[in-house]
């Protein structure tokens, strides 16, 4: 069965970036040579499900080859070999990615938080990585926006790096 997970990385202090949208504290704290999980998430990767302003930042090196849906309403924004805008239901959305997988292949969500935020409330996200990047920046893009309801998670993985930054994965448990 395909699972949908999530990817992100947030400050300590719960943010995506910075105020002024500056993201360099993350790549800041990365060692040089460590994979961070990189490889493991791409051989498992079917298909990439990316919001906008995520896609704007990591530029044209989101998704490689790999079929990346770009949930946005600019059509001329998601360009490139095997990009797709998508503006529409992401319930829709998904269940149209899990059609064209490969066996054996999941769905990845880059998103910012509102995104995986909307997913979540969707009950479409099964795992959830969080890369806690062992720094404070006080105020910026909050990881999740305002959520109707709560959502449990039961820890698979807790992962620390000698840089600092942890790597938590976590199941959706389902009521």
Sequence with gaps: MTTVFAGVAASLDGFLQSASGDLSWIDDAMAPGEDYGFAATEARTGAYVIGAGTYREMGRAAGGGVPTYVVTHDAALARGRNVRPYAGDLAR????????????????????????????????????????VPVVLGSGVPFFGAMGSSTKLELMECRPFPSGIVLLNYRVVRP
């Design 93 to 132: 959305l998904i269940d149209t990615v899990r059609a064209e997988l490969d066996p054996g292949k999941d769905i990845c969500v880059f998103g910012g938080g509102q995104l995986v935020t909307q997913l979540l409330e969707l009950g479409l996200i099964d795992e959830l990585g969080l890369a806690i």
